[in-house]
């Protein structure tokens, strides 16, 4: 099963091209939020409402290099995290989406 990643535009075009990504959430709270797919439009809704577009990024756990916890975060839900940079052979997918 997947999980997804989301990303404003110009802070993926920075590590496109790289072999790790590095969400800032890493270095000011330990790990890179992620949802599973049924969570994407709630977390859209209500981080990025203000944002024109941005990039979710699939991820296959499989091929993580980093550790990946399920804990609870917003309200108790269930939400994974991953403890560490997203080595690039684990991001399957990079769709940028239009939200307005």
Request: with cysteine; net charge negative; aromatic share 12%.
């Given at each position: 099963?997947l999980i997804?990643?989301?990303v404003?535009?110009?802070?993926?075009?920075?590590f496109?091209?790289?072999?790790?990504?590095?969400?800032?959430?890493l270095a000011?709270?330990g790990?890179?939020?992620?949802?599973?797919?049924?969570?994407?439009?709630?977390?859209?809704?209500?981080?990025?409402k203000?944002?024109?577009?941005v990039v979710?990024?699939?991820?296959?756990p499989?091929?993580?290099?980093?550790?990946?916890?399920?804990?609870?975060?917003?309200g108790?839900e269930?939400?994974?995290?991953?403890?560490?940079r997203?080595?690039r052979?684990?991001i399957?997918?990079?769709?940028e989406?239009?939200?307005r």
């Open positions: 099963m997804y990643h989301i404003l535009p110009e802070t993926w075009e920075k496109k091209d790289e072999t790790v990504y590095e969400a800032e959430s000011t709270e790990f890179i939020h992620c949802s599973y797919r049924h969570q994407l439009e709630a977390v859209l809704e209500r981080y990025y203000n944002a024109e577009k979710v990024l699939a991820v296959n499989s091929y993580l290099n980093a550790n990946l916890i399920a804990e609870p975060s917003t108790g269930i939400y994974p995290h991953i403890y560490g997203i080595n052979t684990a399957v997918d990079a769709e989406r239009i939200l």
